[in-house]
């Protein structure tokens, strides 16, 4: 039988929230380094990650998160988007990616951007002679939502 904790993960730390490092530290004693992170926790992605220091995230050999609320970059006047993507690809490259076709795209700019996306990121002492790829979409992409139109991949993302 699994191990389960009916909590939120967050930065926050009480009755119904924990950090990821806190649960870290609770679930993964002795657990040094080739874990895989999957995180959709539907918005509190970017607080969990900004809580969560570069020790930990190293960690995670695979890191699979889905960005919510892309559309707000554009209005993201203390730059806390820009932070987070940096924190993230500090030691790990994005190696897919994937729009997420729940909540449709938002043009600003001329440039789409989809309010969802799928992002998978390797850390870099796991990276042997990659190139970047630009037929997208991968042939193991698939709907996210099967009764609402794909979004493809504008290529501004991947040129």
């Known amino acids: 039988?699994?191990?389960?904790?009916?909590k939120f993960i967050s930065s926050q730390y009480g009755e119904s929230f924990i950090?990821?490092?806190s649960w870290m530290d609770n679930k993964l004693t002795?657990?040094?380094g080739d874990l895989i992170l999957q995180m959709d926790i539907e918005g509190a992605e970017y607080d969990s990650i900004v809580s969560t220091s570069h020790s930990y995230l190293n960690k995670f050999r695979i890191i699979v998160i889905e960005l919510h609320w892309l559309?707000?970059?554009?209005?993201?006047?203390?730059?806390?988007?820009?932070?987070?993507?940096r924190k993230l690809t500090e030691n790990h490259k994005v190696v897919h990616l994937h729009p997420n076709n729940c909540?449709?795209?938002?043009?600003?700019?001329?440039?789409?951007?989809?309010r969802v996306m799928?992002?998978?990121l390797l850390r870099h002492d796991r990276l042997r002679g990659c190139e970047p790829r630009t037929d997208?979409?991968?042939t193991l992409d698939a709907k996210n939502v099967l009764e609402k139109p794909d979004i493809l991949l504008p290529r501004v993302w991947f040129e």
């Open 136 to 138: 997208f979409p991968h």
């Open 71 to 85: 559309d707000e970059m554009v209005f993201d006047t203390f730059n806390i988007f820009g932070s987070i993507f």
């Open 118 to 120: 799928e992002v998978t």
């Open 30 to 32: 002795g657990s040094e």
């Open 1 to 6: 039988m699994g191990d389960f904790e009916k």
């Open 19 to 21: 950090t990821l490092q």
């Open 103 to 114: 909540c449709g795209v938002f043009t600003f700019n001329g440039i789409e951007i989809p």
